[in-house]
């Protein structure tokens, strides 16, 4: 027995004693194996011309016997001969995967997944085998030999028989292992299925330019008898064929000119498990130091798992047809994590480690330029399938305005202009460039409500109140909108028409336009102000004046009613929001970053309860142009201070309610109630 090399033993060790889920690569090391050889013989037969191959007779075949325990991958590609066996199987040194340091994996804990996420060719066969064999016979000799191995320390090799040039890799599968203390056992057993090699070379070798065969059973219909009376039922039988498993041309090599949609469609359902057709599909060819092959797709419906923490994202990614990586997550940003595809170069390595491919200063770049092409094909829905663009935006608006929001705004402007919010104007949704473009001239702000509810948010007294003054509200029922507007602050729409302050300027701007020059743009910086929050600066100086003095004038009313109110409130004050007889008496706003419906918020969150949670500086205003004003500044008169208390937290809770917050103490509001009736 010859022993195996230092290194190859170390990867051995590793292979067998990996705990790693993921064995079945094996098949997928074992075929690209073989498609290399008959690469190899194919190429070998373009350059020289006393080979005598018919390109069309090349091809892999997987085959398993249940009873031998056995599974085999041939090809009849250019096979090895003893000394190409020795060297090529008997030391890690000589395989492609040499730059897979054993020895540095091993340091690093997770080598397991390392060899499960990317393979490490051949020996990966001792992943689930207990005995390897390798009957293969070199092209143009007439000799074969047999490689055999149980992968500890050494090897074999004999002389063999083969018919033909060409490979057999015969796996006899390791005993299944039964689980033990809670955690489970091994099934080898699983690979000797007609479904699972056909699953598995579907899904790691589907696009292999080999056909490779494998017997399948199938069931016909027997011929009908001819003696078959009237009540003859049509009996089956099962028998078996050969047949090519994988579809050996990549769907995303071909120009999207020669796909028919129907065939991208089916591709995705079959491909990512859905049965949704994708809403868009987009698919690009890079060229230049990094060629590159993309398929991408924006899934139809949002997956169940969508937010959940075991969703993964990414992409497939393969090198030479072969799938080295089924969800390689740095091809995507967390934004865009609900995309799915296939991105092939020939350019990136088949036996790459996770840590490089990290590093990998190529695969940044593809990733860039996928995060921008899914951005235009985004903007292009937008504009042009708006309908289509809105159940997009319902299924993962959410993740994009998270982008925003886990970016410290950083990404706001590659994704602002995707977010859609419900115009409580307009009764549909609309971006922030269009509450933009619509905004009535001195408009300085993006005015906002966020809640639960749509149609409470409508109807609420801040809402109203901005509404009548012309201006349009954004009505938010997201948890995470509010969060979003204040890590972006503020929004900036590009290229606007430019807004003239002084006549003069713009009147020459206009006789400029007339002899044909180009209108003026300018970028408009918008801050997003919470209808309910702050000095919302909406009112006229008059306005505003008339507030202040009403504030001083009953000043000795708001200190008993903040007194009745005591930390519930910051102060009570005349509203400047609130100003028509007919709007409500009252409503709270807040000061300060932290707004009503954040709160609420964070007290559903996982800090729920916890002390010291921040809280809101509650500002009780008051109308009063309104009956009731008139009714609490004619007890404060009579130095009635029991009814100044009472009305003082009757205001103040339902103004709560109309903020969809119930009293802190709903029995006193409804005592307080009755004793007013
Ligand atoms: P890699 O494929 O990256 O070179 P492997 O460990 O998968 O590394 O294979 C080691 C070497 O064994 C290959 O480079 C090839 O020379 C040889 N080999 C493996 N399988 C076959 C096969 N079916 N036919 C011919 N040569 C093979
Ligand atoms: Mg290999």
Not at 280 to 297: P, Q, V
Not at 468 to 489: I, K, N, P, W
């Amino acid at each position: 027995m010859r022993k195996f090399k230092t290194e190859s033993k170390k990867l051995l060790d590793l292979m067998i004693n990996s705990i790693y889920t993921n064995k079945e690569i094996f098949l997928r090391e074992l075929i690209s194996n073989a498609s290399d050889a008959v690469d190899k013989l194919n190429f070998k037969s373009l350059t020289d011309d006393s080979l005598q191959i018919n390109p069309d007779d090349l091809a892999i075949r997987v085959a398993f016997d249940r009873d031998a325990r056995t599974i085999t991958v041939s090809d009849n590609g250019i096979g090895m001969t003893a000394e190409e066996l020795e060297k090529n199987l008997g030391t890690i040194a000589h395989s492609g995967s040499q730059e897979f340091k054993a020895e540095n994996a091993d340091s690093q804990g997770d080598a397991v997944d390392i060899i499960g996420q990317f393979g490490v060719g051949f020996y990966s066969a001792f992943m689930v085998a207990k005995k390897v064999q390798v009957v293969s016979r070199a092209y143009g000799e007439d000799e074969a030999h047999v490689w055999e191995s149980d992968g500890l320390e050494g090897y074999t090799i004999e002389p063999g028989e083969r018919a033909d040039h060409g490979t057999d890799v015969i796996l006899t599968l390791r005993d299944n292992e039964p689980g033990k203390d809670g955690e489970s056992g091994e099934d080898y057993d699983r690979y000797l299925s007609e479904w699972t090699l056909k699953d598995l070379i579907k899904r790691y070798s589907n696009y292999v330019r080999y056909p490779i065969k494998m017997m399948v059973t199938k069931s016909r219909q027997k011929p009908k008898p001819e003696d078959a009376g009237d009540d003859y039922k049509p009996e089956y039988e099962d028998y078996q064929e050969l047949e090519t498993i994988n579809s050996m041309t990549p769907i995303w090599k071909k120009r999207a000119s020669e796909v028919e949609q129907s065939d991208y469609n089916e591709f995705y359902k079959s491909t990512f498990h859905d049965y949704e057709d994708p809403a868009r599909t987009i698919s690009f060819h890079a060229e230049g130091t990094l060629e590159y092959d993309a398929l991408l797709f924006v899934p139809g419906r949002a997956p169940f798992d969508l937010y959940s923490k075991d969703y993964e994202k990414g992409l497939a990614l393969y090198s030479s047809n072969v799938m080295i990586m089924e969800k390689c997550a740095d091809l995507l940003p967390d934004y865009y994590n609900f995309v799915r595809g296939v991105v092939d170069s020939e350019d990136i390595s088949l036996n790459i480690s996770r840590e490089t491919l990290q590093h990998d200063r190529q695969l940044h770049a593809i990733a860039r330029r996928i995060e921008k092409k899914i951005t235009d094909d985004l903007c292009d829905m937008r504009d042009n399938d708006r309908e289509a663009y809105e159940k997009f935006f319902e299924n993962f608006g959410r993740g994009l305005k998270f982008g925003i929001y886990n970016t410290y705004g950083a990404k706001a402007d590659e994704l602002a202009d995707l977010l859609l919010f419900w115009s409580a104007k307009n009764q549909k949704m609309i971006t922030l460039r269009e509450y933009a473009e619509a905004m009535p001239a001195g408009q300085k702000a993006i005015y906002y409500a966020a809640g639960d509810d749509r149609d409470r948010l409508s109807k609420m007294p801040v809402v109203t109140g901005v509404l009548t003054r012309g201006y349009d509200v954004l009505l938010c029922t997201q948890d995470v909108d509010e969060f979003t507007f204040q890590a972006m602050r503020e929004y900036v729409a590009k290229n606007m028409p430019k807004v003239y302050e002084d006549d003069a300027a713009r009147e020459a701007a206009e006789k400029a336009q007339a002899d044909g020059a180009e209108p003026e743009t300018e970028d408009r910086h918008l801050e997003l102000k919470n209808v309910a929050t702050g000095d919302l600066d909406l009112a006229s100086e008059d306005e505003k004046k008339e507030a202040e003095e009403a504030t001083k004038e009953h000043s000795g009313l708001f200190d008993a009613m903040k007194e009745a109110l005591g930390d519930k409130v910051e102060k009570v004050a005349v509203s400047s929001r609130l100003v028509g007889e007919g709007e409500a008496p009252a409503c709270i706003s807040t000061e300060g970053p932290l707004s009503l419906e954040m709160e609420k918020v964070l007290k559903r969150g996982p800090e729920g309860e916890a002390e010291g949670l921040p809280k809101t500086q509650r500002v009780l205003e008051l109308n009063a142009k309104h009956p009731v004003f008139a009714k609490l500044t004619a007890a404060q008169d009579a130095g009635d201070t029991e009814k100044i208390k009472l009305y003082a937290g009757l205001l103040y809770d339902q103004a709560l309610l109309v903020e969809g917050i119930l009293p802190e103490d709903p029995v006193a509001f409804s005592q307080s109630v009755c004793e007013l009736m």
